[in-house]
């Protein structure tokens, strides 16, 4: 008899864990090599893992919504022996995160506090001083509007003093006593505070989010709060590099086999700005800076259902026109079909987003963190434009676009972030109308 311990595989660069999704197979099912095990979520992708022996499921050592490090043993499959389910040996995987109980997770998830949150978590004791709460007992959380402090108020009774759905229900029902629990120590009257302001949400149509929405939101919140955004604006003449692309799209096709959209000229000319300014090419780390050697220029991105992601254009700043323009059809095709991995959303240092493509004039985008700016770039429109010639000053038809950049003001000052904008229209203005395809 052999028995081989699935681990949960690499998904990805960068990626330390993952969250179980749902199990396509049982305790006793036999299941093929490359056979669909189990579907899991990374960040803002979720992706089906195969197995990689043929057998028969002996053991599944762990529950939908947990979350597993890479690398750890997820399962025990037997890989020489027919499939026998019986009622005593067979473990039903109920995928459901309401009717799982959540008591019997061998993975406890760890909440982190931001510095807010911890540093009021000290000023009061708590009835659960445990700092684990499982995916379920955060939903109904969320659900409630329960923040962290409240949880850790409330009484636990599962084991080793974790916190069950159960207690958190009981709480709600015997109306959220800790709710409005007054600070032990007193805390700094110049702190700012939410406000728990109650509001009439009206009626209607009510549309449950999905994973994914859930997570833009948690991701532009948290960017809100923790960026303090400051947005810079200028206006570039298009004009040059509207009239060669339409020039030689078509040439460009019939020579490389790649369709040639705008988007692989911004890229190019945010990547040129970006290696003028490296500072804009950052993250922070609490009191440091951390200036990145790579320039990856993520391209906010629609999917079709409506959620909105960002593919990575890896070392932009060293590849050519043909290069760019075949990473972006490519990126920009597994969006259209659902079909991004992992890698193709890690990683980026600074993202563009083209507001342009849904006919805005101009955005103030919210920085993609941990990075420190963000550029949008609007509709490309024919307007009348005083221009200098020869002959002085005249009235031209002339193609314009608004640049409009966020920035994180902790770390990029003004003079930085309006150069930087500045110096990306003047790439686009100063674009070579006699360029080579």
């Known amino acids: 008899m052999s028995k081989v311990e699935f681990k949960m595989p690499k998904l990805g660069e960068s990626i330390t864990d993952a969250a179980i999704i749902t199990w396509f197979k049982n305790v006793g099912d036999t299941i093929e090599e490359d056979e669909m095990l189990l579907e899991v979520a990374t960040d803002k992708v979720d992706s089906e893992v195969p197995s990689t022996v043929s057998g028969v499921i002996e053991e599944i050592l762990y529950d939908a919504n947990d979350v597993i490090k890479i690398g750890e043993t997820i ?29 019997k997770s061998k993975k406890k998830r760890t909440i982190i506090p931001s510095a807010a949150e911890e540093s009021q978590s000290k000023s009061f004791s708590v009835s659960n001083s445990n700092a ?8 109904i959380a969320k659900e409630h509007h329960i923040s962290f402090e409240e949880l850790a108020r409330i009484p636990a009774t599962g084991h080793e003093g974790r916190l069950r759905k159960s207690d958190v229900f009981q709480y709600i029902e015997d109306g959220r006593p800790f709710k409005f629990a007054q600070a032990v120590a007193q805390q700094d009257p110049t702190a700012y505070r939410i406000p728990q302001l109650k509001f009439d949400k009206g009626k209607g149509k009510v549309i449950e989010m999905d994973r994914m929405r859930q997570m833009i939101a948690d991701h532009m919140v948290y960017s809100k709060h923790t960026s303090p ?58 009191n440091k800076i951390i200036v990145k050697e790579n320039i990856n220029i993520g391209m906010a991105t629609a999917l079709p259902s409506g959620n909105l992601i960002v593919p990575v254009v890896r070392n932009a700043d060293t590849k050519d026109l043909k290069t760019l323009a075949a990473n972006v059809n490519e990126l920009a095709n597994k969006a ?17 987003s083209n507001v342009g493509t849904f006919g805005s004039v101009m955005g103030t985008p919210i920085i993609n963190q941990p990075e420190v700016a963000i550029l949008a770039l609007g509709i490309i429109k024919k307007r009348p434009e005083v221009i200098t010639t020869e002959k002085g000053d005249e009235i031209a038809i002339r193609s314009m676009m608004y640049l409009s950049l966020s920035f994180d003001h902790r770390v990029v000052d003004g003079f930085l972030g309006g150069s930087f904008v500045r110096r990306v229209a003047d790439y686009f203005e100063q674009f070579d109308m006699n360029r080579e395809i």
């Open 229 to 286: 955004h400051v947005t810079a604006y200028v206006e570039a003449d298009m004009t040059n590099m509207v009239n060669w692309r339409n020039a030689n799209k078509i040439p460009f096709q019939e020579k490389h086999g790649e369709r040639l959209t705008f988007t692989p000229l911004f890229v190019e000319a945010v990547a040129k700005a970006v290696k003028d300014f490296p500072n804009i090419n950052a993250s922070v780390d609490g």
């Open 336 to 352: 259209r079909e659902n079909n991004l991995k992992a890698d193709d959303i890690q990683g980026s240092t600074f993202t563009i």
């Open 75 to 103: 399962a025990i499959i037997k890989t020489d022996g027919k499939a026998s389910v019986s009622k005593k040996s067979t473990k039903k995987v109920d995928t459901k995160p309401e009717t799982k109980k959540v008591e």
């Open 132 to 139: 684990f709460f499982s995916p379920l007992v955060i939903k």
